[in-house]
Structure formats: C-alpha cells, structure tokens
C-alpha cells in the first residue's frame, strides 16, 4: 500500500473523528488530529457516577463517559438525614458554606483562624508623606500605600559669620543621622588703641574667644580726675577728665607762681590771719604762730578739741576709729544675702544674722532617664566646684527583622547612632511572583507574600530525564508530565506502518 493511501485513509478517519466531536461540543472544522486527540483524552471516564439527593435538591451530572450503571436517589423527609461537617478558611471574599450533594444538612462548620499573611491592620495610621520613599505599608483599608518621604540621607552644612550663613533650614524628610550642622572656631586678639578696634573672623568661621590685651601703661584712666588750668602750675601740662564729653583731656596750667612768701601771727588783733595770695607758694615763705598739737580718738559722742590758752593749734591728730567700728553706710545686704548663720550690721546700726543656704558642691549627670534630663540649681551659695554635665556615647544597630529601640548607657546620652545597611544575607522580594508550584521540590525560596517577604517550599515535580515513544496506533500522542525534567527524548516506532499496512 501507497503512502499516499495511507494518508488518505488517516485524513478519512480523522474526518470521522471530528465531525462526531463536532457533534458533541469538543472540536472545530479545522482542528488537525493532535486536537481531536487532546480533546477526546480529554472526556472524563465517569463510569457508573451515582448520587443520594435530598428533597428539594438538584443533582449536576458532571460531564463526560457514563456506562449507563450509575444511579440518582432521594432521600424522603422525615427520616435519618445525613449531615456533613465541613472546614473553610476565611478569604477575602465572602464565601457559602453548603453541604455536599447527599447530605440532608451541615452537623457542624470549623471556621479556621485568619491565615498568617493577614494581619489586623485597623490601627495603621501612617500616611504617603510619612513612609519612607519607596517603601510599601498597607492601610487601614487594607490598600497598599507607597511612601512619599524623602530620603535626604546625610545633609550637612558648615555655619559662620557671613550673611546668610548664620543658620540652616533642615529640609523635609528622612535624615541618616549622619549629616551635621557645624561651626569652625577660631581665637584672636585685640590691642586697644585710640581709636575702636574691630575684630572679625577670618572667612567660614566664628570667634570663640577674642584676647583684649590690657591697655598700655602710657594711658591713665583719669575717671575722677577733676584738675582744670586754675590747679596747674602755669606752663605745665596734664591731663583730667572732662565730666561734660566724657573724654580724658589735655590741661595747660595758669596757676600764679608766687615763690615764696612769709608772714608772722600773733594774737594782736588783725595780726591772727594771713590772706594767703592765691597761686603756688615754692615753701620757702611761713606764717608763724606759736604751735601746739594734740590728739583725740574717736567716739560715739562729738568732742572739741581747742588750743591751750595762748597757743595756735598747730595739729590735731584724730586717730583711726577704732578697729570695732567700721563705716556701714553703703551696706544693703538683707538676711537673705547672707550666708546662713553668719552675722553682719546693717547700715542702721543693728545686727543681721543670714538665712543663705550653704549649698556646697552641687553637681548632677544628666542623662536620658525620664526625671533626670533636668537639674534645677537650688538657691543659695554654691562652692563653684559643683558641674552639670551630659556624658555622651555613640552606638551602632544593624537591622534586624525585628524593630530595634537604640539607647543610652545608663547615665549617657546619644551623641550619634550609625544604622548599619541591611545585612547581604537579605534580599528586596519586591516584585518577585514565584509560588511553590514554580519552584522545585524541597527547595526553599523567599518571595512577596500580600505584601509580605515569605520562605515558601517548592512542589514542583523533578522528573529527572524522561523516555518516551509513540506507536501510532495505541498512542498517538506523549503527554510530559508536569514539573522539572533534565531532558530526555520521545521516538516514534514503527508499528503504525506495520499497522496501515495491515488495514
């Protein structure tokens, strides 16, 4: 027999088998023979499909082959009914749950918990603007919301005195912790001089100290100085203070000298006094008188002190007021300007005894402790030794899969924490979409999970390397299984020529 015979005859058959699938619903006028083949592999051997229904129920018969034994019964009211119990897992769509066909009714329904994936999200609060950019949260409504914020990363500026640059505007967004706001400091020093001195920092700095050097000995501060001409010797020059400019002025004297001058008293009448001329006088002139002295202390009570009869007081000396008595007129001091226990007199007179608390050394380390990140200095005296002080610390986190609370040492606090990058070992799942059915058996892989990184395992079949042949006759067609495979081959046998030759 021909081939092309043979051909003719397979196209004939293949006619006949596609116009019946034709009729049954399973083919179209122009499928070739692999499709019929798939399609009639394709009707399900139900064999002898049988059911039990209760009253008022309706029974599918499922398609595909019956052999015409299978059987559909009822079950009248009234009598032993047969109930189900069922489970169901919550989803995100609303489900029915009904009993099997040949069930009367549900005995019971095991509603299992929520799956692990979904989490009770009814107090995120979070908005765009405050999730980092890029980054991916579920809200309350359970819709995904990428975050907005900015990653300024690490942001740092340099201040000083130029205009412009006395302050920095940290923009919006999230900061690495590692950007700073810095000043460069410098010192420099002032000699004072007749005219103001002006010190500035050099460019991209600013003074943190300026060393005035004492003004020179050539200067005097003539504050109280009070010398006009008519106190200087004429021709001579010196200087005072002019109380009306404020200002230390040049004097040029015209005082009179009068050399020396001479003059004898006595007690005669009109000879007691001598108008000395008004002037300077060398010190070689006198006026004479017969001279005593004489001395007298102080006392609470007023004392007059005169010559002897006949005698010119020549001195009086009046000595020091006692050691005990001191002059209090300027004293303003109130007992609580005093320290506790100690005693001092008032300007009236009397005696003040303090009420000042002596405080001593006071000193405090503050630190992040609630009720200790404040000192309040009591009233008082205080020794000068006593300090406030912070002890500083810096630390590092690495990320972990838990959030993580980066604190102070106790009695420290933070002066910078380094937030080290996610560690290698961790991957962005974002946008991976493999399941178990794509990822070989018993292997593990991370992939997005609703939104979650989940380690799932594979169930996709290794099938190693396949074999397979085809004969023409019993099988028309090899059917890969499902799953991995390394290769393989599939031949076709000779049986379907010894076959057509035999038809």
């Known amino acids: 027999m021909s081939t092309a015979t043979e051909i003719s005859r397979l196209t004939d058959a293949r006619n006949l088998i596609r116009d019946k699938l034709i009729d049954l619903g399973l083919a179209t006028s122009t499928d070739k023979i692999d499709a019929l083949a798939a399609a009639i592999d394709g009707i399900a051997n139900r064999g002898a499909v049988s059911a039990t229904v209760q009253e008022g129920d309706t029974y599918t018969i499922p398609a595909g082959y019956h052999n015409g034994s299978g059987t559909v019964s009822g079950v009248s009211g009234g009598g032993n009914y047969s109930l189900q119990s069922k489970n169901v897992t919550p989803t995100k769509s609303q489900q029915s749950v009904t009993p099997d066909s040949g069930y009367y009714g549900l005995s019971d329904v095991t509603v299992a918990a929520i799956p692990e994936a979904y989490q009770n999200v009814s107090a995120v609060n979070a908005k765009a603007e405050e999730v980092l950019a890029g980054k991916v ?44 706001v810095s000043i460069t400091l410098e010192e420099k020093s002032a000699t004072p001089g007749a005219n103001p001195v002006v010190v500035t920092p050099t460019a991209g700095k600013v003074l943190s100290k300026v060393t005035v050097t004492a003004i020179d000995d050539k200067y005097a501060d003539t504050t109280g100085d009070t010398a006009v001409a008519a106190n200087i010797l004429e021709g001579e020059t010196a200087h ?38 008004a002037g300077y006088h060398n010190g070689s002139g006198t006026v004479s008188i017969s001279l005593e002295t004489k001395t007298a202390t102080p006392t609470k009570a007023v004392q007059n002190i005169t010559p002897t009869n006949g005698k010119v007081l020549s001195k009086v000396t009046v000595n020091a007021i006692p050691a005990a008595y001191q002059d209090v007129s300027n004293v303003d001091a109130a007992a609580g300007d005093v320290l506790a226990g100690k005693v001092i007199v008032a300007a009236d007179g009397t005696e003040v005894t303090g009420t000042m608390a002596d405080n001593g050394t006071k000193s405090k380390t503050l630190d992040a402790t609630t009720g200790n990140q404040s000192f309040t200095i009591a009233a008082g005296k205080h020794s000068g030794s006593g300090v406030v002080n912070i002890v500083l610390e810096e630390k590092s986190a690495t990320p972990t899969t838990s959030s993580q609370n980066v604190t102070p040492t106790a009695g420290k606090v933070l002066s910078k924490v380094t937030v080290a990058a996610i560690p290698a070992k961790f991957g962005d799942t974002t946008g991976d979409t493999a399941v178990a059915a794509n990822v070989l058996a018993g292997v593990k892989a991370h992939t997005i999970v609703n939104g979650t990184a989940t380690q799932i395992t594979g169930t996709m079949a290794n099938n190693g390397a396949i074999s397979g042949s085809i004969d023409g006759l019993t099988t028309e067609t090899y059917t890969v299984p499902a799953g991995y495979t390394t290769g393989g081959t599939v031949s076709l046998t000779d049986d379907i020529e010894k076959a057509l030759k035999a038809i």
């Open 240 to 277: 005072s203070y002019n109380e009306t400019t404020g200002k230390s002025v040049a004097v040029t004297g015209t005082m009179t000298n009068n050399g020396a001058v001479s003059k004898t008293l006595d007690a005669t009448t009109g000879n007691q006094s001598y108008t000395v001329p």
């Open 137 to 180: 949260i579920v809200d309350a409504t359970g819709k995904g919301v990428t975050g907005t914020m900015p990653n300024i990363g690490a942001v740092s500026q340099t201040l000083d005195a130029t205009t412009g640059k006395q302050s920095y505007t940290v923009p919006k967004g999230y900061h690495s912790g590692s950007g700073t």
